[in-house]
């Protein structure tokens, strides 16, 4: 069993680096990848205003602008490791579609703004608390995460919502519409905390495995 094990991991490392061994550097310090067939092509463009561009030859293009890169990536255009992981992270996840085009920004109250060509928009920022919130918008149907007076927090959708909530004797417990109910004990609690690193983050995680089955 290890050595199929070991096997699978040596051949997942290994195609890494063969799409790795596919990328390259042009003259203009910009990230390159072409296909084995030669039938896509990729780019990781860095403009005048050091934002980032991802484009493919399949017509779709996602601008990453400066103010977001440096809140959600830190210094990651001085980061070749980092960068490179980003473009093909991006090339994975838009080989296979076409037409897509999406902005991540920051706005002017330091919002994180997320927008595409799909009718989708996503807002992730602060309340007067100083507590995370988030809301999404598709097809002109709104969702949003919010933390309530009592600090738990709630996910409220057309169709269905969802609640995270500490009792008195500081144990969490998850519910949502469909009926699924869940008592966390303190040290699993922990567990979910060190995977996560937040309770907004646990909550995404409940709400994307048991409400959207």
């Given at each position: 069993m290890m050595r199929k094990v070991l096997l699978v991991f040596l051949l997942v490392?290994?195609?890494?680096?063969?799409?790795?061994?596919?990328?390259?550097?042009?003259?203009?310090?910009?990230?390159?990848?072409?296909?084995?067939?030669?039938?896509?092509?990729a780019y990781l463009k860095?403009?005048?205003?050091?934002?980032l561009i991802f484009s493919d030859s399949n017509g779709n293009e996602v601008t990453f602008k400066k103010k977001y890169l440096d809140l959600e990536y830190g210094d990651l255009l001085n980061k070749p490791e980092e960068k490179l992981d980003l473009?093909?992270?991006?090339?994975?996840?838009?080989?296979?579609d076409r037409g897509y085009k999406a902005k991540y920004a920051v706005d002017i109250f330091d919002k994180l703004v997320i927008e595409d060509n799909r009718n989708g928009k996503v807002e992730i920022g602060e309340d007067i608390f100083g507590?995370?919130?988030?809301?999404?918008?598709?097809?002109?149907?709104?969702?949003s995460v919010k933390r309530g007076l009592n600090g738990e927090l709630k996910y409220d959708a057309p169709d269905e919502d969802a609640t995270l909530q500490k009792d008195i004797?500081?144990?969490?417990?998850?519910?949502?519409?469909?009926?699924?109910e869940f008592k966390f004990s303190r040290e699993t609690w922990r567990g979910l905390k060190k995977r996560f690193g937040s309770e907004e983050n646990i909550f995404h995680y409940l709400i994307n495995e048991f409400l959207y089955l």
């Open positions: 490392v290994a195609g890494m680096q063969v799409f790795a061994q596919k990328i390259e550097t042009d003259v203009f310090d910009n990230l390159v990848y072409q296909s084995h067939d030669e039938r896509y092509k860095q403009n005048i205003f050091d934002d473009f093909t992270s991006l090339i994975h996840e838009h080989e296979f507590n995370e919130t988030y809301e999404e918008e598709f097809n002109g149907e709104k969702r004797f500081d144990r969490w417990t998850y519910s949502d519409s469909l009926g699924n």
